[in-house]
């Protein structure tokens, strides 16, 4: 009982951890927290549906093929079934429900929600692997990177989506929309892909190069929306 109270402890805090630093980041008009609760809950809620979808699109290819194709089928699973399917879904409720909030009322605001939002589902998911299979050095590698991550494809779809809100000319419209579908879609596919070849040195520096690109992008977005906060010089 101990072991599995420290593993769901482990599966948690990171995401939890992550959620705190987001919100600290947007200084100049933070979040009422009962917002950011409500996008953690999305989040979360998210997965139920995702688990659904996610069975219907792996079912559209022959399983045989999936199995046996090698590194197309693995394509599949990481572009489709897993990145396309998570990430649609959360853009759909975000542009649904978080988009329209009162309180969304600067660029850093997408940053922060689209991170928890992700780290909501990340938290769900992250406590099925760990407590599934029961293991420590699982949950310390998904709490370094893949929890991470899940952040980052949030926060990168919130920074396009804040843009999008407040952008100036319309026109811009007609890439910062596609793109805060786009850009989680890539990061995801290409971070889950990536994670079949940890058994090998290059996989392992692909996947942390890979993670690195993530966080300086994030950063400097994250950046670029505190600097066109409205209330930067309240």
Do not use: Q
Request: proline letters at 4%; one cysteine or more; hydrophobic letters at 55%.
């Amino acid at each position: 009982m101990i072991r599995v109270a420290g593993l769901a402890l482990l599966a948690v805090v990171p995401a939890l951890g992550l959620v705190v630093y987001f919100y600290l980041r947007d200084r100049y008009e933070p979040e009422p927290r009962r917002y950011v609760a409500a996008a953690f809950l999305y989040g979360m809620l998210v997965l139920i549906p995702a688990l659904f979808l996610g069975r219907w699109v792996t079912g559209w290819v022959d399983p045989e093929w999936r199995a046996l194709s090698g590194v197309w089928g693995r394509l599949y699973d990481d572009f489709l079934v897993a990145a396309a399917v998570e990430e649609g879904l959360k853009w759909v409720i975000f542009g649904a429900t978080i988009a329209r909030w009162r309180e969304f009322d600067e660029p850093m605001d997408g940053c922060v929600y689209g991170a928890t939002m992700a780290l909501g589902l990340a938290v769900v998911e992250n406590l099925y692997y760990v407590l599934g299979r029961g293991s420590l050095e699982l949950a310390l590698l998904r709490g370094l990177l893949s929890v991470p991550a899940h952040a980052l494809y949030g926060a990168s779809m919130g920074y396009f989506i804040g843009r999008a809100k407040f952008v100036v000319r319309r026109k811009n419209l007609l890439y910062l929309v596609p793109l805060s579908l786009l850009m989680p879609w890539i990061f995801h596919g290409t971070f889950d892909h990536l994670c079949n070849y940890r058994t090998s040195i290059w996989g392992w520096g692909a996947l942390v190069t890979v993670s690195l690109v993530m966080w300086v992008f994030v950063v400097i977005a994250t950046g670029w929306a505190l600097g066109r906060s409205p209330f930067k010089n309240d």
